[in-house]
């Protein structure tokens, strides 16, 4: 007996998502098929996210004690995006544990109810100098509940 296949990922309504962020496509992020890379996703994963928090004033990227490093990404697309649209990206919590997070960004395209793509990535907090995990600081907690 085999196990039962996983849902097919499905887009999502922007009603899931907390904050948004624009994003302005450049000619450069389209590829030879005429709509934007997959590695252009990441960047945009990544951007969402550590600008929300340098915002936020809970990452200091240059003195700061507490970093996050990227341990797992994905990503699923449904519509393709192509420069130059410009595309809204949605940010969520999904999971705090004691030094992780997972973050979930989903990608529209401006005015769109539903997600061309979604993904997550996972960092682990850890101490800037050792490398070694660390526990959420208590300011990063509060601003990360506030994105769940």
């Known amino acids: 007996m085999s196990d039962p296949k996983p849902a097919k990922p ?5 009603s899931g998502y907390r904050v948004f962020r624009p994003i302005s496509t450049r ?9 934007v890379n997959n590695v252009v996703y990441y ?7 550590n600008a ?4 936020q004033g809970v990452l200091d990227i240059h003195q700061g004690e507490t ?5 797992e990404t994905q990503c699923n697309y449904f519509a393709s995006l192509a420069f130059p649209q410009n595309v809204e990206a949605g940010l969520r919590v999904a999971h705090m544990g004691t030094s992780s997070v997972r ?10 109810p539903l ?10 907090y850890v101490d800037s100098k050792t490398r070694r995990p660390v526990p959420l600081p208590n300011p990063l907690k509060t601003v990360l ?4």
């Open 27 to 35: 000619w450069m992020d389209n590829d030879a098929y005429g709509h």
């Open 43 to 49: 960047s945009w994963f990544d951007t969402v996210v």
């Open 115 to 124: 997600t061309a793509a979604k993904g997550h990535f996972i960092h682990v």
């Open 103 to 112: 973050y979930e960004v989903g990608l529209f395209a401006q005015g769109e």
């Open 67 to 71: 970093i996050g490093l990227v341990i």
């Open 145 to 148: 509940e506030q994105l769940t």
């Open 52 to 55: 929300h928090l340098i915002e």
């Open 10 to 14: 499905q887009p999502e309504p922007r």
